[in-house]
């Protein structure tokens, strides 16, 4: 069963946090788990005097234990994913699905691709910040978001396909 | 060439531009977005990139979210605020116009806030003067060698000119040429070479008030540089004695501190 939707402030970092574990894991407990196993880790190194540096340490702290949770359950099979351009439509698309067909998608991509496409389509970080929390260089980040692009427009394609209206 | 034209790594960069503009994006990243969207061969491409995006974002933000989650929401304040550099703000290219020009300004009021502090009734002559200092060959004197203190009574019998005097902290020293020439004023100026350390010595009438026409007086030794050459001038009974030499205030101090 679904859970109910409730309004959060998009500027804040713990609904995005928990946005982040959801995209990762595509799966509303896993991402829970993840999510709350993270926050508890950061207030206890709090209470012990170490507060974390940054937000970025709730994101790669929340990454790792993401990808232990889904190696746990049925994995994904391991192919090579086709790729097409970018559609016009691809918009009208997108707007078709729901955030948990997104999720889904998202989670079902070899990592560092599956880290990489959630932590850019959260919107919450600028490229070098991205960099860092996921240990890549531009060149590899834009290779990852960019052929992460492309599969996802073959698989929007083939799912929700676009009619032009005649 | 065109100016849009993108490098590989622009290219790159644009492919992973936020979708929305963030304050903290470098400026390489923002140059690429600019000439993504201006660049013909990639501006439709970018366009479709961005729409294709900002459709993704849209439905992220609708994750659902259970109440149970939505309780940890409020340990927001375990994380910390993202505080903008020092270094990161000074290396912005408008603060470091501002702090250059401001420099500049400040430089500028310096300069002319000492200079103000140096002058003295005279001294935009005196500094004439040592650009004549500068430029003065041994041969437009005429050679003569005695202490400069005897001169006084040269210059008032042969040019008739009255009080023009060196003080008793340089009448010691030996000369070895003099003149008298007009400056481009018509004042009568005195000009003596010493062979001592090169030093030249200048008398010269004194700036007057143009009220009431009397000679502005200062009080004890003014020093002044211009052009390599410093001078320290004394004013006595209408008529301005300067000593200068190709230095610093500091090379001529001794002589004055001396007398003192």
């Known amino acids: 069963m679904r859970p109910p939707k409730i309004s959060v402030e998009p500027s804040q970092n713990l609904p995005q946090l928990y946005r982040f574990c959801y995209l990762m894991t595509g799966d509303a407990g896993k991402a829970q788990e993840a999510f709350q196993a993270t926050v508890r880790e950061a207030a206890l190194t709090a209470a012990r005097g170490e507060p974390p540096q940054d937000r970025l340490w709730f994101f790669r702290d929340a990454r790792w234990r993401c990808l232990q949770l889904s190696e746990e359950g049925i994995q994904a099979e391991a192919s090579t994913p086709e790729e097409c351009e970018v559609s016009p439509n691809a918009a009208k698309q997108i707007a078709q699905l729901d955030a948990e067909h997104l999720a889904i998608w998202i989670s079902a991509a070899p990592d560092p691709q599956r880290s990489a496409l959630a932590a850019y389509y959260l919107d919450e970080f600028t490229p070098r910040e991205m960099m860092t929390l996921l240990e890549v260089r531009s060149g590899e980040l834009s290779n990852l978001i960019c052929s992460g692009r492309r599969q996802f427009q073959s698989w929007l394609d083939a799912t929700t396909p676009h009619y032009d209206d005649e | ?260």
Not at chain 2, 18 to 30: A, C, N
Not at chain 2, 34 to 63: G, H, N, P
Not at chain 2, 242 to 252: H, S, Y
């Open chain 2, 1 to 260: 060439m065109s100016i849009f034209r993108m490098s590989r790594r622009e290219k790159a960069l644009a492919r992973i531009a936020p979708v929305t503009e963030k304050p903290g994006t470098d400026r390489r990243t923002r140059v690429a977005v600019l000439r993504a969207k201006r660049s013909k061969a990639m501006s439709t491409e970018f366009a479709q990139q961005q729409a294709f995006d900002k459709a993704v974002v849209a439905v992220v933000q609708t994750i659902p979210v259970s109440t149970e989650v939505a309780e940890w929401f409020r340990n927001e304040k375990l994380i910390p605020k993202t505080k903008r550099r020092w270094r990161k703000v000074a290396r912005n290219p408008a603060v470091l116009s501002v702090a250059l020009a401001t420099a500049v300004i400040m430089g500028v009021i310096t300069l002319t806030v000492t200079e103000r502090l140096n002058d003295f009734p005279g001294s935009s002559m005196a500094q004439k003067m040592l650009t004549v200092a500068s430029s003065t060959r041994g041969t437009e004197l005429e050679r003569l060698e005695t202490s400069a203190g005897g001169l006084g009574d040269l210059f008032f019998m042969k040019y008739r000119l009255e009080h023009y005097d060196v003080p008793q902290e340089f009448a010691d020293i030996k000369t070895a040429g003099v003149r008298v020439f007009d400056d481009d004023e018509g004042r009568r100026v005195a000009q003596i070479s010493v062979p001592e350390k090169r030093m030249q010595f200048f008398i010269f009438p004194a700036e007057r008030n143009p009220k009431d026409g009397k000679p502005k007086e200062f009080s004890g030794w003014k020093y002044l540089e211009h052009e390599g050459w410093a001078g320290v001038a004394k004013f006595r009974a209408g008529v301005v004695f300067m000593a200068a030499m190709r230095g610093e205030e500091k090379d001529l101090a001794p002589y004055v501190a001396q007398a003192q």
